[in-house]
């Protein structure tokens, strides 16, 4: 065999997705595999998929016209590829994929990617493998830890999964179908973990799950923990400087949890905290298992605990039965909260759940032109809230080269990209920066001498649509 074999994985959809792709790195680095940044000259290409947006399963059937055609050209010239597909939407179509796309030699569901080398001898000794089994026992009993030359090339802010699956059963989500229930692990493991990325220079990390906040992982006491207890322990572990946690579900944004923003100085001021409706109806057809009110009221006792929190959101708009009442509240729930930054989409029926059987389907036209009206109050909010930022002092950590000679790149507290010019040796670091323009994704500062940070204003005080 000459030299390392070349794996090539491509990560759709959420954070979810991108640690899991990582962690399949680590998996198959024993078996000789190195990472390379393009699928042209690999080895092994995985296709790490997602069932959430639009239309998931239709890319990956075209994503997996291009690969195949690389996988020809490859055997043209004497060379084999492997083509997997991992993630969501392998767990739910499994072996149809090999049917519809006989290229691929190997699908795998989310739970069964500490069985990669196996499933890849499986292969080539069979010609095909499929494994979206559900394991009795944890997966992350299995899942290999990275070593430090691949914590180093990740850069200094990572995920650290705390939580798998979901028991919520949102109408339009897969995921509960495709992650299986709700699990966490427990809190040891995770300290483990978070002090091999402190030894090897990270400075943030993310506690991700499904449903981070329903984290109940146990204890070294035997009992189970909060994720607000999970992470004042993780605060207090050296080299760690900052703290954020995603995705959470407003029914378990619980006291401690709250309480964290006010006192952990290392849990930065910024949620994602997805409402996807600001109806009442709307939600409760989709199960969130909340109301309006009550997420307000959530919002509010979080800008209470810390008065300069950004908050993030997913949207759907379109959902079955949604009237132009409906998307109205949408509207005017983005205009109240005030949010940094938000996702929205097209409500797409996925197969088999709930919502994919309502009547009153929302006609596609409606679902586009509500969706452009809704970015367009999203964008407004998003740019009123960098313009607050213009002139403030932040706090940044320096995570990369920038894309112009000479500037480097980091994360400001509130999340955004800040970019600076200034020496690629302040990687790694947190510095004073004074932000001096803004665009409508990223901010442009300066360092800032003998400067100290300063928080800006309140996002709710900010004037609607400025
Ligand atoms: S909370 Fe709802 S949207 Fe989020 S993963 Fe669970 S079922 Fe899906």
Same mark, same amino acid.
């Given at each position: 065999?000459?030299?390392?074999?070349?794996?090539?994985?491509?990560?759709?959809?959420?954070?979810?997705?991108?640690?899991?792709?990582?962690?399949?790195?680590?998996?198959?680095?024993?078996?000789?595999?190195?990472?390379?940044?393009?699928?042209?000259?690999?080895?092994?290409?995985?296709?790490?998929?997602?069932?959430?947006?639009?239309?998931?399963?239709?890319?990956?059937?075209?994503?997996?016209?291009?690969?195949?055609?690389?996988?020809?050209?490859?055997?043209?010239?004497?060379?084999?590829?492997?083509?997997?597909?991992?993630?969501?939407?392998?767990?739910?179509?499994?072996?149809?994929?090999?049917?519809?796309?006989?290229?691929?030699?190997?699908?795998?569901?989310?739970?069964?990617?500490?069985?990669?080398?196996?499933?890849?001898?499986?292969?080539?000794?069979?010609?095909?493998?499929?494994?979206?089994?559900?394991?009795?026992?944890?997966?992350?009993?299995?899942?290999?830890?990275?070593?430090?030359?691949?914590?180093?090339?990740?850069?200094?802010?990572?995920?650290?999964?705390?939580?798998?699956?979901?028991?919520?059963?949102?109408?339009?989500?897969?995921?509960?179908?495709?992650?299986?229930?709700?699990?966490?692990?427990?809190?040891?493991?995770?300290?483990?973990?978070?002090?091999?990325?402190?030894?090897?220079?990270?400075?943030?990390?993310?506690?991700?799950?499904?449903?981070?906040?329903?984290?109940?992982?146990?204890?070294?006491?035997?009992?189970?923990?909060?994720? $607000?207890?999970? /992470?004042?322990? *993780?605060?207090? =572990?050296?080299?760690?400087? %900052?703290?954020?946690?995603? @995705? !959470?579900?407003?029914?378990?944004?619980?006291?401690?949890?709250?309480?964290?923003?006010?006192?952990?100085?290392?849990?930065?001021?910024?949620?994602?905290?997805?409402?996807?409706?600001?109806?009442?109806?709307?939600?409760?057809?989709?199960?969130?298992?909340?109301?309006? $009110?009550?997420? /307000?009221?959530? *919002?509010?006792? =979080?800008?209470?605990?810390? %008065?300069?929190?950004?908050? @993030? !959101?997913?949207?759907?708009?379109?959902?079955?039965?949604?009237?132009?009442?409906?998307?109205?509240?949408?509207?005017?729930?983005?205009?109240?909260?005030?949010?940094?930054?938000?996702?929205?989409?097209?409500?797409?029926?996925?197969?088999?759940?709930?919502?994919?059987?309502?009547?009153?389907?929302?006609?596609?036209?409606?679902?586009?032109?509500?969706?452009?009206?809704?970015?367009?109050?999203?964008?407004?909010?998003?740019?009123?809230?960098?313009?607050?930022?213009?002139?403030?002092?932040?706090?940044?950590?320096?995570?990369?080269?920038?894309?112009?000679?000479?500037?480097?790149?980091?994360?400001?507290?509130?999340?955004?990209?800040?970019?600076?010019?200034?020496?690629?040796?302040?990687?790694?670091?947190?510095?004073?920066?004074?932000?001096?323009?803004?665009?409508?994704?990223?901010?442009?500062?300066?360092?800032?001498?003998?400067?100290?940070?300063?928080?800006?204003?309140?996002?709710?005080?900010?004037?609607?649509?400025?």
């Amino acid at each position: 065999m000459n030299g390392p074999k070349k794996l090539f994985v491509k990560s759709f959809g959420c954070q979810m997705n991108v640690y899991d792709s990582q962690r399949m790195a680590d998996t198959l680095a024993p078996e000789g595999y190195v990472e390379t940044a393009s699928a042209d000259d690999a080895d092994l290409v995985i296709l790490n998929t997602c069932h959430i947006r639009e239309k998931a399963a239709e890319k990956v059937y075209s994503e997996l016209g291009r690969v195949r055609r690389v996988k020809d050209a490859a055997a043209a010239a004497g060379r084999q590829v492997t083509i997997a597909v991992a993630g969501c939407v392998a767990q739910a179509e499994g072996a149809e994929i090999i049917r519809r796309a006989p290229a691929v030699d190997l699908v795998v569901g989310p739970q069964s990617y500490h069985r990669l080398p196996d499933l890849l001898a499986r292969a080539a000794r069979d010609g095909k493998a499929v494994d979206t089994d559900f394991p009795i026992d944890d997966k992350f009993n299995h899942l290999a830890a990275p070593d430090r030359t691949a914590i180093r090339s990740r850069g200094v802010s990572a995920f650290v999964t705390v939580q798998e699956g979901c028991d919520k059963f949102c109408t339009f989500c897969v995921v509960p179908y495709t992650r299986g229930a709700e699990i966490s692990r427990p809190v040891n493991k995770i300290i483990v973990d978070v002090e091999r990325l402190a030894n090897a220079g990270v400075r943030e990390i993310t506690l991700i799950g499904q449903n981070v906040n329903a984290y109940h992982g146990d204890g070294p006491d035997g009992r189970p923990w909060s994720l $607000a207890r999970l /992470l004042e322990r *993780v605060a207090t =572990l050296p080299g760690i400087d %900052r703290l954020r946690y995603t @995705t !959470s579900h407003p029914c378990d944004m619980a006291d401690d949890l709250i309480a964290a923003h006010r006192d952990l100085a290392a849990l930065m001021p910024q949620l994602h905290l997805p409402v996807q409706s600001g109806a009442d109806r709307i939600l409760a057809a989709m199960n969130r298992r909340h109301t309006r $009110a009550d997420y /307000l009221d959530i *919002v509010e006792r =979080l800008r209470q605990a810390r %008065r300069d929190l950004a908050l @993030t !959101s997913d949207f759907i708009v379109g959902f079955p039965g949604e009237s132009e009442a409906d998307f109205d509240e949408t509207l005017s729930l983005v205009d109240e909260v005030g949010y940094s930054g938000a996702f929205s989409f097209k409500y797409s029926p996925r197969p088999g759940t709930p919502g994919a059987d309502m009547d009153d389907q929302v006609a596609e036209e409606v679902k586009s032109g509500r969706l452009a009206r809704l970015q367009d109050a999203i964008d407004k909010k998003q740019t009123a809230f960098n313009r607050n930022c213009a002139g403030r002092t932040f706090a940044v950590l320096f995570e990369r080269d920038g894309r112009h000679p000479g500037q480097i790149v980091g994360r400001s507290p509130y999340l955004q990209p800040v970019q600076v010019t200034a020496p690629s040796s302040l990687i790694g670091q947190i510095a004073a920066v004074t932000v001096t323009e803004i665009s409508s994704n990223s901010l442009f500062g300066v360092l800032a001498q003998n400067s100290q940070p300063q928080p800006i204003k309140p996002p709710a005080l900010l004037g609607a649509g400025a």
